[in-house]
Every structure is written in C-alpha cells, then in structure tokens.
C-alpha cells in the first residue's frame, strides 16, 4: 500500500495549482487523509484535513485559499491551492490512515502511509 503525490511545481505569486495524492495497492477504504507541507528551514506543518465522511480542517493560513477534497471512489485526495504566496513554497506531502486486510490473520489493520513530497514553489 502506497501513496503517490503529484501536481508540484512553479508558479507566480497570485496564481493556483492543485496537487493529487493517489493510494495504490490492496485497500479496503481509507479513513482521515491529510496534506502537510515543509518550507526550508521550518517544521512540517499541517495544511488540510478530510475525514472519509467529507469532512475538512484548515490551518488559518490556508483558509479560504486551498481546499481539500477526495474521491473514495478513486481512493485520491486532492489539494486545490488558489492566491498562492511566496510563503506557500514548502515541500507538500500526503498522508492516510488506509484499512487493508492482513491475508494472514485476515483482520482489518489500519496502515498509517505518507507520500513522496512533491514541491511548490511561488514566485514574487
């Protein structure tokens, strides 16, 4: 069970950018996903939260600008940034707490996964 986050890259101050996160392997559903990001020199903080039901959490510096969905359906969460700042370049990753069966033990486990960071960086 993985996760792959996609969507980084370059963009003016002002502008938007929407970054994915795909789980992959053998998933029974996914609970709480969330996106934190990293900017140099700075502790990883968290940026959004969604629980399976749909519900969502911002910290205050992203509110009103990102917003955070997903498609179970898919098992992919989405981050849609707008009016993005230079203070918004960090490395952005993805993390889930997945449900997967152990074919052992055939129990359900709940698998704690983060995704390769994938960097935005805003321009002045």
């Known amino acids: 069970v993985q996760l792959q986050a996609s969507g980084g890259g370059l963009v003016q101050a002002g502008g938007f950018m929407r970054l994915s996160c795909a789980a992959s392997?053998?998933?029974?559903?996914?609970?709480?996903m969330g996106w934190y990001r990293q900017a140099p020199g700075k502790q990883r903080e968290l940026v959004a939260l969604?629980?399976?039901?749909?519900?969502?959490t911002y910290s205050d510096s992203v509110k009103g600008r990102f917003t955070i969905s997903r498609d179970n359906a898919k098992n992919t969460m989405y981050l849609q940034m707008t009016n993005l700042k230079p203070d918004d370049t960090a490395v952005y990753s993805c993390?889930?707490?997945?449900?997967?069966?152990?074919?052992?033990?055939?129990?359900?486990?709940?698998?704690?996964?983060w995704g390769q960071g994938t960097l935005v960086t805003v321009s002045s």
């Open positions: 969604i629980t399976r039901a749909g519900r969502t």
């Open positions: 392997g053998n998933i029974l559903s996914i609970n709480d």
């Open positions: 993390n889930a707490d997945i449900n997967v069966i152990n074919v052992r033990t055939s129990r359900i486990e709940v698998h704690e996964r």
